[in-house]
């Protein structure tokens, strides 16, 4: 089946992608605004992209009545902003935080979150989450009127005391219990995992 995707409606577009490119990591964005109010919002519109600087991308779409989310609006405000990443213990909170609330109510109350300062930024990380990336604004894209691409520079990382290995730099992947969006209301445990060696071709003339 061939899909002439530009002949479809932005909203049917949406399915097609994001229920195709699955399972997407969720970033759970803690920002503050200007007036110091505090905001969380979970996107899985989201992943790393580079190293040498540590890159991440978030594409934010606007509110129904074209005006910013409080996220976009925070982070294009203050440049700076925190991607905590979600497990399977932080999930319902995490989807408490996608409900719509005006800019003066914070979503990490609601839910039931808990904030700690930051390492170097002035927005706060949430303090349940496994892994927190603290980034800084590189560039805010605006590819569609009605859609931004923030893609933000790591400048300091969280990691929950117990998840990392110290000498490989690897997460245990069964005490970090990740979870992942699929599309609609479907989400994705990594409680199934297996492995498989890249493989490699030997040096011409070998053997």
């Known amino acids: 089946m061939d899909i002439d995707i530009a002949s479809y409606k932005p909203a049917d577009q949406y399915k097609l992608l994001s229920s195709t490119v699955v399972p997407r990591p969720i970033a759970l964005i ?26 991440v991308a978030v594409g934010i779409k606007n509110n129904p009545d ?12 203050t440049r700076e902003f925190v991607v905590n990443m979600v497990d399977e213990a932080t999930a319902e909170a995490m989807n408490q ?5 005006p800019p003066e109510v914070s979503e990490v109350d609601l839910a039931g979150l808990t904030l700690t300062a930051s390492n170097v930024i002035n927005p706060p990380r949430i ?9 800084r ?29 110290p000498e490989t730099l690897r997460v245990d992947i069964e005490a970090y219990r990740p979870v992942g969006r699929i599309f609609a209301s479907l989400y994705l445990r990594a409680s199934d995992t297996f492995e498989m060696k890249r493989p490699f071709m030997a040096p011409a003339g070998a053997g």
């Open 66 to 77: 074209g005006t910013m989310k409080d996220t976009a609006a925070n982070i294009v405000e």
């Open 127 to 135: 303090t349940e989450s496994p892994v927190s990336f603290e980034c």
């Open 30 to 55: 803690s920002s503050r605004s200007a007036a110091g109010i505090d905001n969380a919002a979970p996107f899985s519109f989201f992943n790393i992209l580079g190293e040498a600087p540590p890159v």
């Open 137 to 165: 604004l590189l560039e805010c894209l605006g590819t569609v009127p009605d859609r931004c691409i923030i893609i933000g520079e790591i400048v300091s990382m969280h990691i929950r005391d117990g998840l990392l290995d």
């Open 97 to 101: 935080c996608s409900i719509d609330c």
